[in-house]
């Protein structure tokens, strides 16, 4: 007995000494997002958190907050911007507020289908453009990440663009993303992410739009009777840190830094589609919602529709800055031709 006692005592002990072993991190990151850890956004971080502590030798952590826990998508930003959190993940849709030309990529099919195409665009002039766009709000902008392509549900038909005529969708809270429904007859109206499931039960909205894999794990699909997938709205994530605490950082933390979101990314695609035709499996066996994917055609019509009113009120909303974007972006785009 005595001899398990010390066995136990020194074993204590050990554990004892290896924590305070342990560096304590010199620079630490509260980073909240709103998505499931499930989900491959919180998974990436997490990638993301290992390599940096690996790389700065345990300096520099990432405590991650997902599914809200720091609060609404609002207070988040707010919260990096102001410091009392150092980041976020957050989707373009929900940053306009704070930086109208982020916006741009809420116009529909902003991004062309072919993902390669699509990452040349990220990576080039464009994205660092938009990236830029955040230092005079108070962001530090370090990564764009493409977390899918939103499709559409409802409880009314979506077989034609005149069936969406009369409907309302929930949408976040932007004005392109509600002229891009009005474009098509439709009304849409903001509501906070968490609300949503209800909203759509009780009848406040008739339908959404978001990438298959939220749908599929938020349930929206048990609610909705019809899913469409056409991959019109491109769903970017921006990462952003508090400027106080980045530049704190040694330069070398901060290369570390975007050189691991950079090296995560395909992996957190990839990710990201598998999670996407695994979501449309489940709604599909789940017996209660249609679905349907539109074809070439249909989409093309989608953006036809869609995509000139809402280029518009971008350049409504952006001014002098959103005309220089969208001509940088409509030359980029033609370079990939």
Request: hydrophobic content about 45%; aromatic content about 8%.
């Amino acid at each position: 007995m005595l001899r398990n006692v010390i066995a136990a005592c020194a074993a204590f002990a050990l554990a004892i000494g290896a924590a305070q072993a342990q560096p304590k991190a010199k620079y630490s990151a509260k980073i909240g997002h709103l998505e499931a850890p499930t989900q491959p956004r919180h998974q990436g971080l997490v990638k993301v958190a290992e390599l940096v502590k690996s790389r700065t030798k345990g300096e520099v952590e990432f405590q991650l907050f997902p599914s809200s826990q720091l609060g609404n998508a609002r207070q988040m930003i707010e919260g990096t911007q102001l410091g009392t959190s150092e980041g976020t993940v957050m989707p373009a849709a929900f940053l306009g507020g704070f930086n109208p030309a982020i916006s741009i990529l809420d116009i529909p099919y902003i991004f062309p289908s072919d993902r390669a195409a699509a990452q040349k665009l990220r990576a080039g002039p464009f994205g660092k453009a938009l990236l830029d766009s955040f230092a005079s709000r108070g962001f530090v902008a370090v990564a764009l990440w493409p977390n899918g392509r939103k499709s559409l549900t409802s409880n009314k038909p979506l077989d034609s663009l005149e069936a969406m005529k009369g409907q309302k969708f929930r949408v976040m809270d932007s004005k392109i993303l509600i002229e891009q429904f009005a474009a098509v007859n439709a009304s849409a109206v903001a509501i906070q992410f968490g609300e949503l499931y209800t909203a759509l039960q009780t009848g406040v909205v008739d339908g959404q739009e978001n990438p298959l894999d939220t749908i599929s794990t938020m349930k929206f699909h048990e609610v909705q009777k019809n899913l469409v997938v056409t991959e019109h709205g491109a769903m970017e994530d921006v990462v952003l840190f508090n400027p106080g605490w980045w530049q704190k950082l040694p330069a070398a933390h901060r290369a570390t830094i975007v050189k691991a979101f950079e090296e995560v990314r395909p992996e957190f695609e990839k990710n990201k589609d598998a999670a996407q035709e695994k979501a449309l499996e489940i709604i599909r066996a789940s017996g209660k919602t249609n679905v349907r994917v539109a074809d070439e055609k249909e989409r093309a019509g989608l953006r036809g529709a869609m995509y000139p009113r809402s280029r518009a009120a971008y350049l409504e909303r952006a001014g002098a800055e959103g005309q220089k974007l969208i001509a940088l972006y409509e030359q980029e785009r033609k370079k990939l031709r």
